[in-house]
């Protein structure tokens, strides 16, 4: 059974070797007094991530470099500590909170890119800084980095590394792992490994930046990645249409590829996603809009005008309605306003969001969602979806009140039940966020048991005394 | 030292367990009597790769599915003989040659394209299927599988796979990597799993096929991959041009960027490159030709007739002459005879060529090919520079004759150098060909102690009897 959504709430802090005076004061000389937080209001900001769930660490601790991360691992196998490494800290999966207690390494003062390279096409950064903040630093150098989660804003690249992240882009341009050239890890045993390098093409030995990126903070720490860049396309177009049902807008995705587009995104929102924004923005859908799909090409400025027209004619023709191609920026971004209108609009329906991540191959969408919507009638739970329909990736979102036991109940029943529904659609529980400890309980309805003994194999290879971020993916 | 080149026949079979009389009664059990090969001519083509070093087998063994690779592995534990897998057998450092004996596993008869799904885009494939096989077979269907390593029409998916494979399109496209959404494998131990899966993004545990890409058949045997396609680009043009240095055409490279084209294929030749096919086969480049440039953009039929007019105004406003453009299919392939003619053009330079394929960022390629010629000079050496300037992996041919063992050990010293040099200037050893066992000697001067210590813990986790593929990688 997982903590997640059972124990929300554990105030007391968990008492390990972190806490012993010794190992505090061998802490502050490797960090620096100041980069040691202990007291309970400072270290409560890094107790929970976007679950919600607090989980006080013991200490926190901001190192400034690969070696005094290294010492920090070293003293925590040595005294047998946990150790938790911690970005952004906006996760929804628990993958940067401390749920043995322990030390949280925040990577906040690791903020510094290093080097942006416009020839080579890459930037060496620090982990603690934020995904927007990197793709500010480069757009102005004509150079793009694809990568976009939801979080952008606040996320870090560090975490982004670690959970693999994904986003709305991945349509056209793949998710973070695509996207790394060679990191600077700090081992669970201490020692500092250089995994990959600077260029795309790279067969020196195993591929570790491959195994790294996605291990959810359990394998290393990231103090230091190198990461591709594209350039910056010239322009993007976005097309919105309307349909009167998720099969028909659904269908429309393969027929893009077929007529040699390749969108950037396809968003797509079921009908209660409508509903919800159209209740509480008025954009003036009608009732007979089933599901709405947003696609943007991006490309120079002729290619996403002409592309931009070949998407609009396939919607249409696919039956779309109420159909609008944006012509500049500005009607490019009030276009994409009622899916940044979704988050706040869908609050109103309950306290509490089980926001889940399931992925299909991209055909099935219209399976899914219909056989999601079911699950919520079974279980008189109210579900909005909605997400990238271009790469499968679905956010089914079930929403009740916290403080009513019942429905929470019903709400995690139908949890299982959509990722049983979205195994059998041959896809699986995650696209985006991973597993940490709230996917934990799930993992092995996903992955058969010689599958994840070999990852068990690989953490205890790596991470003999269990010390990074225990209490995650393995039940 | 590496027995590359230092013995270069073995024509005694080694003899382990393999050889055992028992052992082989049940291999016949596990794979059938008639694919069990032990006679020394039937064995013989599974004794060597491209590097033409014999290592004969005790056995080969050609299994039709991932039960069956279980069952030898198991039994290989058992018994401890090595296994080596096999699948076109074309590689440049010896991966799939069994040089400690043992039984091969060729995947020659795993050969089935088990689906292609044009709407998901992606294919599932049996790992003996050739690259060239699988392209022709996905293209009618409109999809494309952009890797296109030089051997492609002979190399297997399965071996790709393993060794990460590159090629000329990875400029724009990537690597092998970048294309596998899931792989069945078989491990040492002989558990089967199932890694990854059909969707792109899917981050449900660690990223084994992360790992596994480019492990050099090490960490398990591939039974099944699932690959990502994309939709087949509607044309192709190429440009060709010669320059007076190899720096104004590299310096090409980022201006195509600049000019918001990102071409499929960079591919560049030096000096002695032209005079070699100039001399067998008379293209008429002048004297004053000191690098050649062939530039590939793909995309609509509009767009590559744009992308390859700025392409050849980018190339005229950087110092090139006798500018081609390609204006059809017919007229591109022309422009590419150059490029193929080169193996043949070189072989007249030696019988011995040492084909070493360092990567740097693609910037520092001038100076890289400066240094190596002077390397070359140095060590008294003929010495050949091409390949891929889009991506900074240049292949570096050294010719000598393959009898005269004072010119083969100068160019041996002449290679370390350069891979000194490569590393020198930010890259590494080996961007497409693997470590195998010619490269092992010097992984160690791409990759610092705790970094090979890692692989080694990862291996011995995973192959605790050091039965699979045994004498790669690690000297």
Chains 1, 2 share one sequence.
Request: proline fraction near 5%; charge should be neutral; charged fraction near 25%.
């Amino acid at each position: 059974m997982s903590r997640h959504h059972e124990q929300p709430d554990r105030k007391q802090r968990a008492r390990t070797a972190a806490s012993d005076a010794d190992v505090l004061a061998r802490l502050r000389e490797i960090v620096g007094a100041e980069n040691v937080l202990v007291d309970g209001e400072r270290v409560e900001p890094y107790a929970q991530d976007a679950v919600k769930e607090k989980f006080p660490p013991e200490a926190v601790l901001l190192p400034a470099s690969a070696a005094e991360v290294s010492a920090i691992l070293k003293l925590a196998n040595e005294r047998r500590f946990p150790v938790t490494a911690r970005g952004g800290g906006v996760g929804y999966t628990g993958g940067a909170v401390p749920v043995e207690g322990g030390v949280v390494v925040g990577t906040d003062r690791m903020n510094r890119i290093r080097e942006i390279n416009a020839d080579d096409l890459y930037v060496v950064t620090e982990p603690g800084v934020t995904t927007y903040a990197l793709q500010q630093a480069v757009e102005p150098r004509g150079l793009f980095y694809p990568p976009d989660p939801a979080s952008y804003k606040n996320s870090f690249v560090g975490g982004n590394i670690a959970e693999n992240a994904g986003g709305i882009r991945s349509a056209k341009y793949g998710v973070t792992k695509h996207y790394v050239l060679g990191l600077e890890v700090v081992l669970p045993t201490g020692e500092i490994v250089r995994a990959g390098g600077r260029t795309t093409k790279n067969v020196v030995g195993f591929d570790l930046t491959g195994l790294l990126c996605g291990s959810e903070g359990m394998l290393g720490i990231i103090t230091e990645a190198t990461l591709k860049l594209l350039p910056l396309p010239e322009a993007t177009r976005t097309v919105r249409a309307t349909f009167r049902t998720m099969r028909e807008a659904c269908a429309c995705v393969p027929a893009f590829n077929r007529a040699k587009v390749v969108p950037v995104a396809v968003e797509v929102l079921d009908r209660n996603s409508i509903e919800a924004v159209e209740t509480e923005f008025a954009f003036g859908f009608g009732a007979e809009a089933g599901a709405l799909l947003l696609v943007s090409v991006d490309g120079h400025a002729e290619d996403v005008e002409r592309d931009s027209k070949i998407v609009e004619r396939v919607v249409k023709d696919g039956g779309g309605f109420d159909v609008v191609r944006s012509r500049s920026r500005e009607e490019e971004e009030k276009l994409w306003d009622v899916r940044r209108a979704l988050s706040p609009a869908i609050k109103k329906f309950g306290t509490m969001k089980f926001n889940e991540d399931v992925v299909v191959p991209r055909s099935r969408v219209p399976e899914l969602v219909e056989r999601v919507v079911r699950v919520g009638e079974r279980y008189d739970t109210f579900v909005v979806n909605f997400g990238h329909a271009g790469d499968g990736n679905i956010h089914v979102n079930f929403m009740c009140d916290r403080d009513d036991p019942a429905a929470m109940k019903r709400a995690r029943e139908a949890v299982r039940e959509v990722f049983a529904v979205a195994i059998d659609l041959g896809g699986t529980i995650s696209g985006e966020h991973g597993i940490g400890y709230v996917k934990a309980p799930y993992l092995s309805m996903a992955l058969d048991a010689p599958t994840v003994e070999m990852m068990k194999r690989i953490k205890r290879a790596l991470d003999p005394n269990g010390i990074l971020n225990p209490g995650k993916m393995f039940t």
